[in-house]
């Protein structure tokens, strides 16, 4: 078993205090660590799961289908290394083309588990939980704000400034 920590830092996330806004942070810094064009797309496929789940767990049912549409484009290119890290990708094509469904008929959002089959990765991430004082699997607190509205919460310069600066590189290559 040899998995990226902020995978595995994901995965406390997102079926420990189900903090899909954090899940979004490990696995995009992930992501970010190749050169573009070699960028590994599971990653954005795992990230946009986490940004659905937080959409839609603030009623934002278009941004959520969204994004789980295009989770789902990705993790069905992707079967062989969603397997690799440790999941089931059919399972989870299941259950993710399930909560489009439910988006789109704007059901209420509740919390589910990524269909992890590697036994070994399952006992370390509830093990990590359990040093959190996390409990595995819960239900996601629907009345804590600082979880629900974090994105409105956080310091955003520095994300300002790299667009800006991204910006100026365009610019000049032009």
Known sequence: ???????????????????YFEC????????????RGERKQYWVGLIQIAV????????????????MQNAIS???????????????PEELLR????????????DPYYSFNLPIIDSELLSLCEQ??????LNWGMES???NLQLIDKHKLRDRNDVIAEREKQKRIKKNKK
């Open 128 to 133: 990590k939980c359990q040093l959190l004082g």
């Open 52 to 67: 659905s789940l937080y959409h839609h767990r603030r009623n934002n049912f278009q941004g959520a289908i969204r994004m």
């Open 1 to 19: 078993m040899d998995y990226p920590n902020s995978y595995i830092k994901y995965l406390v996330h997102f079926h420990g205090d189900r903090d």
């Open 95 to 106: 259950l993710l083309k399930k909560r489009v469904k439910e988006i789109e008929n704007h």
């Open 141 to 143: 607190p629907l009345n």
């Open 74 to 88: 990705i993790i069905q290119k992707e079967k062989k290394q969603i397997m690799s890290l440790g999941l089931n």
């Open 24 to 35: 979004h942070e490990e696995l995009e810094e992930l992501w970010k660590q190749d050169q």
